[in-house]
């Protein structure tokens, strides 16, 4: 099956902006998505496909996408948004509907 | 609104077999798939499969293969995942999600979370 490789952990000073990669083979075929995870609750998606945000989510969330890398952009980041992020997508080998998640990245905002 | 609510926590001898139940409200069952995703202690995110409430149609994770089960049930809007032959790496909290037609790998509403613990 496909992987997705993210960096274990990312810091970044209140305020300021942070990129979270993901990256893997199945990204240059499928958009990734993004969840953002507190601890003790169940994921929340933030970003899907090229660059969308369901309904609630701040607009400081972008994504994009550049060959075989996704990545999830916070602007201005807040103290809330510390929390471990995930990205997937679907997995390139094997039966279509199978998905993949990365290993997560835990943010801390300073 | 859109609510996943799953059953209560388990706890399960190694050897033994668990099946968690996930009911669905607020939209058309048969209109989108479930995922069921597990996240053990302090780990990270861990796909197990899918399932198509419509038909009924599932893909599995390699991983799992053979000891995973998705099934379901339309009159009541269930989904449930039954794994067997546990062992204490099993332990975990299993979520289930719900997951777009158009995108099956978006998933926009998840549950709440069942701890299952496998233990002697």
């Known amino acids: 099956s496909s992987e997705l490789t993210q960096d274990p952990a990312v810091s970044v000073a209140l305020g300021q902006t942070v990129r979270i990669t993901c990256q893997g083979d199945s990204l240059r075929s499928y958009y990734a998505s993004w969840y953002q995870q507190k601890p003790g609750q169940a994921p929340v998606l933030v970003i899907y496909g090229k660059n969308n945000r369901p309904s609630g989510i701040p607009d400081r969330f972008s994504g994009s996408s550049s060959g075989n890398t996704a990545s999830l952009t916070i602007t201005g980041a807040q103290a809330e948004d510390e929390a471990d992020y995930y990205c997937?997508?679907?997995?390139?080998?094997?039966?279509?509907?199978?998905?993949?998640f990365g290993g997560g990245t835990k943010l801390t905002v300073l | 609104q859109v609510q996943l609510v799953q059953s209560g926590a388990e706890v399960k001898k190694p050897g033994a077999s668990v099946k968690v139940s996930c009911k669905a409200s607020g939209y058309t069952f048969t209109s989108y798939y479930m995922h069921w995703v597990r996240q053990a202690p302090g780990q990270g995110l861990e796909w197990m499969g899918i399932?198509?409430?419509?038909?009924?149609?599932?893909s599995y994770a390699q991983k799992f293969q053979g000891r995973v089960t998705m099934t379901r049930d339309t009159s009541t809007s269930t989904v449930y995942m039954e794994l067997s032959s546990l062992r204490s790496e099993d332990t975990a909290v299993y979520y289930c999600a719900r997951g777009s037609i158009a995108a099956a790998q978006v998933t926009d509403y998840w549950g709440q979370g069942t701890l299952v613990t496998v233990s002697s």
């Open positions: 997937n997508s679907r997995d390139s080998s094997g039966n279509h509907l199978n998905v993949v």
């Open positions: 399932i198509n409430p419509s038909g009924g149609s599932t």
